[in-house]
T-cell receptor, first 117, second 113 residues
Framework: GAVVSQHPSRVICKSGTSVKIECRSL??????MFWYRQFPKQSLMLMATSNEGSKATYEQGVEKDKFLINHASLTLSTLTVTSAHPEDSSFYIC?????????????FGEGSRLTVL | GENVEQHPSTLSVQEGDSAVIKCTYS??????FPWYKQELGKRPQLIIDIRSNVGEKKDQRIAVTLNKTAKHFSLHITETQPEDSAVYFCAASMGGGADGLTFGKGTHLIIQP
């Protein structure tokens, strides 16, 4: 079946540093990918929609200068958490629809657990 | 925007019994309702979905029902097994698919042996 791969699965960084997370669709092309954040025992909260070849669309309350998204190819989107702080520690998950945005099934990456010290 | 409410937050059932999780949505324009299962520390996986042109869909022990008038949909799991223990999320979107999915807060399903 379709696979979305996310890397790294775990990352620990110092406060003030930047961390990049990659999301790849392995066997299909995705012009759109989604980035979510999930705090412990909570639901998935959509952060932004990544669009290939154009700017990402951010949800209300999500700082675009802090969470940089780049969707440079049809199979890769990256999320960079800039100047990370302990409150940014969370589980970040990407997803991509296969078969079209409005008809396809949404596949999730494995998630990346970020811990900021 | 869309608001999805999910109940209960925790559900404990005896192995072999049925489990029902309910969700309501606010926007009558929503037309796609998937359910995801997430095991601890893992990715959510689609287990079943329904579109607004049908009222019920079944896949082996799992079924989903949709009441468009009341704007609610439910997940039914019959003959529950230990491996059904997980967090289940409902979601709704207006795009007919993956675009703009709004998730419920999740239900932690515990299957008691």
């Amino acid at each position: 079946g379709a696979v979305v791969s996310q890397h790294p699965s775990r990352v620990i960084c110092k406060s003030g540093t930047s961390v990049k997370i990659e999301c790849r669709s392995l066997d299909f092309q995705a012009t759109t990918m989604f980035w979510y954040r999930q705090f412990p025992k909570q639901s998935l909260m959509l952060m932004a929609t990544s669009n290939e070849g154009s700017k990402a669309t951010y949800e209300q309350g999500v700082e675009k200068d802090k969470f940089l998204i780049n969707h440079a190819s049809l199979t890769l989107s990256t999320l960079t958490v800039t100047s990370a702080h302990p409150e940014d520690s969370s589980f970040y998950i990407c997803s991509a629809p296969r078969g079209g945005l409005n008809t396809g099934e949404l596949f999730f990456g494995e998630g990346s657990r970020l811990t900021v010290l | 925007g869309e608001n999805v409410e999910q109940h209960p937050s925790t559900l404990s059932v005896q192995e072999g019994d049925s489990a029902v999780i309910k969700c309501t949505y606010s926007d009558s324009a929503s037309n796609y309702f998937p359910w995801y299962k997430q095991e601890l520390g893992k990715r959510p996986q689609l287990i079943i979905d329904i579109r607004s042109n049908v009222g019920e869909k079944k896949d082996q022990r799992i079924a989903v029902t949709l009441n468009k008038t009341a704007k609610h949909f439910s997940l039914h799991i019959t003959e529950t097994q230990p491996e059904d223990s997980a967090v289940y999320f409902c979601a709704a979107s207006m795009g007919g698919g993956a675009d703009g999915l709004t998730f419920g807060k999740g239900t932690h399903l515990i299957i008691q042996p």
